[in-house]
């Protein structure tokens, strides 16, 4: 489509919207950035889950995905 071959092409993760997703299904969310905010949603969900929850956890920028560009 692009005239070159490669253009399209990659083995990056993809960008996941997580709420959205969650959303289409019925789900509740939760993002998590931090421990604290960790061991609050776990202190929450000890009193049980009502419905479908989708948990995202946030990890900091030092933490990096192993992807084709760490490699090459």
């Known amino acids: ?3 070159h071959d490669l ?3 990659s083995i990056e ?3 996941i919207d ?3 997703l969650a959303q289409l299904y019925g789900f509740e969310f939760v ?3 931090n421990q604290g905010e960790l061991r609050a949603t776990m202190r929450g969900f000890r009193e049980g889950v009502s419905r ?3 948990l995202e956890l ?3 920028n030092a933490l990096r995905p192993v992807t084709s ?3 090459f």
């Open 18 to 20: 997580f709420r959205g």
């Open 7 to 9: 253009d399209l092409f």
């Open 52 to 54: 479908n929850t989708l």
């Open 69 to 71: 560009s760490r490699h």
């Open 31 to 33: 993002r998590v950035r």
């Open 13 to 15: 993760p993809p960008v």
């Open 1 to 3: 489509m692009t005239g």
């Open 58 to 60: 946030v990890f900091g």
